[in-house]
């Protein structure tokens, strides 16, 4: 085995992915899978689940469905304890990637919508990553991946109930991986940028797509694959002595003015 392999393997690890049902929870949960993991692949929508694992199991990954609403918190305590009973060992790795965007001006944010924002982005991710860290520092090691976002770092129009909760669960990243460090749990983030997504496809709707891409370097929006290398890096052994860290993915937007 190279020294690559050996650095970015994940075999005879576990993986908990939360937000699986399309997008980059879904796309890193093959990943994961690729490089060893055996994984849980979480979230509300079961029938787009249980596709999506039928469609890793077709490939020969080890993969299964659990039903999770991160808004509600039994419905978190029965998802983890359900995914320890189906992989038969504790969960090495959350990669913590539920979420909903909301695209409108400040002025005319809903109160609802902007509530079902902080629910999913902070709350949800908040209450999720905890229930993860009581497991894992209990036994004294463990990878939290909390995906937050480029709009959690820099203003952008349109986005402030997101923006702000990305931030927030940025500022949570740091705070966790404080308090965790010395129980051998690391806490990070990815700060993905333009990545095409579904979600994604609400900057096209609302005629903004060309605008922000003409604002990134690369000149071009991210595909899901160009998370992997940090993906893994969080995840694996690669990443042993990383805790704390917000790793943007974004093609160079963040060096660049509104």
Known sequence: MSIQEQLFSLSGKTAFISGASSGIGQHTARTLARAGARVVLA?????????????????????????????????????????????????????????????????????????????????????????????????????????ASTSGLRAAGRLASYGASKA?????TSIMALELASKGVRVNALAPGNIETDMHDQFEDAGLAEHIRQRIPQRRFGDMGDLDGASLLLAADAGRYITGAVIPVDGGQLLTWM
């Open 168 to 172: 927030g669960l940025l500022h949570l």
């Open 43 to 147: 979230a509300r929508r079961e029938d787009k689940l249980a596709h999506a694992v039928e469609g890793m199991r077709g490939e020969g990954l080890a993969a299964w469905p659990v039903a999770l609403d991160v808004t509600q918190p039994a419905s978190i305590l029965q998802a983890w304890g359900k995914a320890e009973q189906l992989l038969g060992s504790p969960i090495d790795v959350l990669f913590n990637c539920a979420g909903i965007i909301y695209v409108e001006r400040f002025l005319l944010q809903d109160a609802e919508e902007v509530q079902r924002v902080f629910d999913t982005n902070l709350k949800g991710a908040f209450l999720l990553a905890q229930e993860a860290a009581k497991h894992m520092a209990q036994r004294g090691s463990g990878s939290i991946i909390n995906v």
